[in-house]
């Protein structure tokens, strides 16, 4: 049997390099000003600690475009590199530089914030450059050198004159890529990737207005155009920050949105895992347009993403702001991602942090929360359906709206409601209302009887009150107009039926015959004369897995309408339709009052509607 060994040289793995090892053309920029503010770091690193005495200068980082020359250069003042490190470094394919110095500086460097750590960053200049050029200058006292290479794996490296301490990346751009040696290109790059990073970018020139040596005569004046800012808020401790620059931040992240946030969350941790941040509660619209700008994925102030998914929880993703961890892996796959035991402990870290700053919240100011609650509402209810750990935690702030704006704790709620508001079966049952106006008369009637009526109305509602009621033991919901409501009325046994058994029997019949359909089950109540004579009644439960199945979730099949027809026994009208002879006539009174029933409810429309606008004409002429 032959054997032998597969051979993989540079020349087979460096076009691969180029096609695939980034999915997106783009980062080469970031990669290489992450080189760069890598190489700034170091110095002041080793400047810090002591091995580089004297002046280290003004720390910075610039872009220039040769647009006739077809070159784009990065520029920085670092540690620079000399001849042997440039072999090492950079001909040496996937040896990191970034990884030996920290490994070099254990002791010292472990928070300055190196960016770099697969070695392979430098290479993605390949993908946009014909040529590559490095002319650069150690801050040992050795000459300068220059490489360059054509994209083979083949380089010549010399010497060089440059005097200055640093490194100078030139890319010749290549054909293809000529989008590169555009000012507004390279500005939208910097935007994306590099607003925050920690060391000043400078790209070309802008004009400033300042006050001028007159009053009131303003000059205008050429500065350099720095466009990040290297202490975003998210950098700096908590302590020193104020409502105001919160907001400021916020901003400068997403300049184009006019909202305010409503609440900030500043995340900061260091031990398991490094990872700080700020998140906010926007006022959530169902204007689908805000939803673009998304929570900010950061590895030390340089922008990586803006698909958290996976990371932060699903609920969260309303939420809005940066999170910068250099924990999180990120050449790696999604599913991957979920079932990595530190991601899970990062994405734990940021639910439990949402969770008790609202639980402060509510602690603290109430009332804010109170009025804020419709805007961020959703989420809460949203993570409580979908994190059993968030629930826990949610269950002693989450708030319950009643249709008269009052806001319950859940306990406060059941303090209030349990006299009055059992069924025969000792079960408590919370009444809501999901709309306003549809359920009005509903809800009039049942506040007239004393009992509280709760406004429910986002959509995932009907899955939430299901995992309450699985949850608590003795607890039903029920909607103003659903059926069970009738249980409740029924205890109020001072109602006394003004109609004979005998009359009922009668009457039953009639209003089945007249009425003709399936959908709807006839049921006799004595109930106030102040009630409408006929009401529509769906069972909570129909209507809830109806509501389920809209929203995604419970897979029943498709469910029939069906609806108690509640014929109140001491109405008036009940009687005069009890006592009316013609058959013909008594069958209108009833359509009549089915309709009317339907009318409070919204939900007469179409045919049934010309027929009741017809029939009220008949009646009245
Ligand atoms: P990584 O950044 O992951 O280490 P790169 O391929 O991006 O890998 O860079 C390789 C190495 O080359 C760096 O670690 C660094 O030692 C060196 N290097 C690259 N760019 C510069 C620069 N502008 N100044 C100094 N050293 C640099
Ligand atoms: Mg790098």
Redesign the pocket.
Known sequence: MPKGKINVSVENIFPLIKKFLYSDQEIFLR??I???T??LT?IQHLSSIGEVKGEIGDLGVEIKIDKKKKILQ?I?N????TSE?VKK??NDVA???????LEKYKETSKDTGI?????????SSFMVADKVE?I?KSYKDEPAAHWVCDGSPEYSLKKSDKKER??E?LLHISKDSKDYLEESKITELLNKYNKFMPHPIKFGTKEETIPGKEEGKDEKVTVDNIINNPNPAWTRPPSELKDEDYKQFYRELYPYQFEEPLFHIHLNVDYPFNLTGILYFPKISNDLNLQKDRIQLYQNQVFVTDNVEGIVPEFLGLLKGVIDSPDIPLNVSRSYLQSDASVKKITNYITRKVADKLNSIFKNERENLESKWNDIKVVIEYGMLTEDKFYDKAESFNLYPSVDEKYYTYQELEDKIKDLQTDKDGNLIVLYAQNKDEQYTYIESAKEKGYEVLLLDSPIIPHLIQKLESKKEKLKFSRVDSDTLENLIKKDDQVISKLSDEEKEKLKPMIESAVSDDKYTVQLEPLDSSSLPFMLAQPEFMRRMKEMQQTGGGSMGSMPDMYSLIVNTNHELVSKILNTRTEKKRNSLIKQSVDLAKLSQNTLTGKELTEFINRSIDLIK
């Open positions: 990669e290489l992450s080189n760069a890598d190489a170091k990065i920085d670092g540690v620079g590199m490190e470094y950079i040896f990191s530089g970034a990884e030996e110095f960016i770099g750590h697969f070695g392979l960053g430098f290479y490095i650069t640093g490194t990346i």
